[in-house]
């Protein structure tokens, strides 16, 4: 069964929870082609996302929640140095907040593993269709280009 996870930093009345930090999980990680849209944030680590499966879509991969899920996705953290990256990232992946129902995919906050074990508050951006090819090992580095 899919899970809903909130799409924005707001928790609760007029409270707005400042998150900064973003999980990347596919073209966007170190070593990909679009990578260079990571600038204003800083690599901190390889992290992990449980309760989520990874779907290859062809030339890149969407990450879809599930609450029967033990599944771990793999990617890297990052830290937000400058705010302007956001409106950059939602471009790229096609999310707009005033349209959330058409939106390729959605951003959520999440909590994701460090190598560590810490917990870190992260946007994610979750694909917001079903689809695609299971990609088991949940990392998209394993897969052949």
């Not at 390889?46 to 030339?59: K, P």
């Amino acid at each position: 069964m899919e899970v809903s996870r909130p799409s924005t930093g707001n928790q609760g009345k007029g409270t707005v929870v400042l998150i900064r930090h973003i999980f990347v999980y596919g073209t966007l990680r170190l070593g990909h082609g679009a990578n260079a849209a990571m600038r204003g944030a800083q690599h901190k680590c390889v992290a992990t996302l449980s309760g989520a499966r990874l779907y290859h879509l062809g030339g890149f991969p969407g990450l879809r929640f599930f609450d029967d899920s033990s599944d771990v996705v793999v990617g890297d953290l990052y830290e937000v140095l400058d705010d302007s990256i956001y409106p950059r990232l939602d471009q790229y992946e096609g999310y707009r907040e005033s349209q959330p129902e058409t939106s390729l995919y959605l951003r959520q906050v999440t909590t994701v593993t460090t190598p560590e074990q810490e917990q870190v508050q992260a946007y994610v951006y979750v694909y917001n269709h079903d689809g695609g090819r299971l990609i088991p090992s949940g990392d998209w580095n394993d897969q052949k280009v």
